[in-house]
């Protein structure tokens, strides 16, 4: 039986988390490809604000702050856990830095 290796060019995704999908893809330098991830699973779960987090951090990444703050605004609306509620603060802190 012969096991196949991977190479250095396959990323693995530890799951299908959006920040895992988002980190995995912009680790690749696909801030864009992250952005249509992203996207489409906000919208099949709108309210889900960890989601808007992920793709503000995504657009940031490819250097679109004001869509990066609207999706920051949106994920501050909504039920979030603490730690992501704090990398909300501290993202629209950046970008409101950066403008």
Known sequence: ???RQSTSDER?????SPASLRDALMAQGDERGAIRKI?????RAPQWGALHLARGRALEADG???EAREKYTEAARMNLA?????????RMA???RGS
């Open 39 to 43: 996207r489409a699973a906000a919208d």
């Open 1 to 3: 039986m012969m096991v």
């Open 64 to 66: 679109k702050r004001d």
């Open 82 to 90: 603490a730690a992501d509620r704090a990398e909300v603060v501290r």
């Open 12 to 16: 693995s995704i530890p799951d299908d």
């Open 94 to 96: 950046a970008v409101n």
